[in-house]
């Protein structure tokens, strides 16, 4: 067994009694600890740090890159450029203590811990009510459209919406309290939006006349597109602060929610209704509860002729 290989073996029993999960990928070795999110690469050869940038999670916070050799200081401006440490044998020691202190015990008062399971919210649309009253009347859509001489249809337009919780990362990269929101997907043409409770009210049926659509994707297309809008919507810009050399370095990443801070409920089919308006100037559809205007030319939600 050679030093480097001995001193490989030493390092990974040392981060794994730290509590990082060992992982063996194609560059090396790969310990992260999710409670803060530090990630470390030990590596055999000297790469490039952009080279094995890949390997890290993508929630990760803190990146550091162990070679068995030095790299040099080409390796080491090119990973802080990137917000990586790179480590070899002539300054790991001095960081080694760091890596293996233990992440506090006590999270700040306004932040959970990642050892409390995340379960998904409880169903949130009453049954038999899958229907959002409209807020605006006809004289109402009338009145913002400001158009002479158009014909009014109201339809009802079909969104696949879920309850969700999610646990969003701290500006320290540690979870942060988790909260509840509603995912609605447009089941015509795939938009999402994000709902609050008590926005709309749902109702069994509406009096004004109205064409219902039925929806163009499935609930399984749905929820795949909602959970990338989740991800989206929920990310958040962490500074992190790092000692490179003499060097601090300070970078701003965006960081997602973890897959196992995100869990989305059942998905209920609910009509939403939108004004739809044409006549000599064109075509205007209205969000019959928000009164917020929509691309006429949208696919799928002004896509059936009137």
Known sequence: ????????????????????????????????????????????????PTDIEPEFPNDAIHRIIIYDDDPGEPAKSLGAEHGIEVLGPTNLGPALGELLLPPPDTPPPDESTDSEPLEAPAHAIPEGERTVRPRLE????????GLDGVRFTLRLIPFYVAPYRV???????????????????????????????????????????????????????????????????????VDHTEQHGGTIVIERRKVPP???????????LV????????GPDGRLVLDAVTGTRTVPDASGIDGVPL
């Open 167 to 237: 646990r969003v990362p701290t500006p320290h990269g540690r979870p942060g309290p988790a909260s509840d929101h509603l995912v609605a997907v447009n089941a015509l043409n795939g938009q999402v939006e994000i709902w609050e409770a008590g926005e709309r009210e749902l109702v069994g049926a509406i009096d004004e006349p109205h064409q219902r659509l039925d929806p163009a994707l499935t609930e399984l297309e749905s929820r795949k597109v909602a959970e990338a809008a989740i991800r989206r919507r929920h990310t958040v810009s």
């Open 1 to 48: 067994m050679t030093g480097a290989t001995a001193a490989s073996l030493s390092l990974r029993r040392l981060l794994e009694a730290a509590g990082y999960r060992i992982d063996d990928r194609p560059a090396g070795v790969r310990a992260y600890r999710p409670r803060d999110r530090r990630a470390i690469l030990v590596v055999r050869g000297t790469p490039a």
């Open 271 to 278: 009509h939403v209704p939108y004004w739809y308006a044409e």
């Open 138 to 145: 006809r004289r109402d859509a009338e009145a913002l459209a």
């Open 258 to 268: 973890a897959v196992e801070d995100i869990r989305i409920g059942v998905s209920v």
